[in-house]
């Protein structure tokens, strides 16, 4: 792709570089849902553990339980949400190459 950049002028440079920042932003957003998405799974693995301790010594961890569960369907939101954003960047991209391609 860099290629494509210093051989491109005009038009053609400005709507590279924009797709180009679309890639970069989707990979981050992608990155990010993915890290939430990962916390969710881990936060409820934690609450996987404790209802085993609270099961098996009798420990009161059901504060401790509301809360990971919370902070789980936070991180799951979070990160759906993200999925959504990544989605709707990906078609504006699409848009770009539509707009691009359209007679005018």
């Known amino acids: 792709m860099t290629v494509e950049l210093r051989q491109v002028e005009g038009e053609q440079r ?4 924009e ?12 990155q990010t849902a ?19 301790v609270t099961a098996t010594f009798g420990m009161g961890l059901e504060g401790f339980i509301e809360v990971l569960f919370s902070v789980s369907l936070v991180c799951l ?18 848009k770009i190459e539509i707009d691009r391609w359209k007679p005018r």
């Open 77 to 94: 939101v979070a990160s759906l949400a993200l999925f959504v954003w990544d989605i709707q960047l990906g078609l504006s991209s699409i």
């Open 34 to 52: 993915v890290t939430f998405a990962v916390l969710s799974i881990f936060f409820i693995a934690m609450i996987i553990l404790s209802l085993f």
């Open 19 to 30: 797709e180009v920042d679309i890639l970069y932003r989707r990979a981050k957003l992608l």
């Open 14 to 17: 400005r709507v590279l570089l």
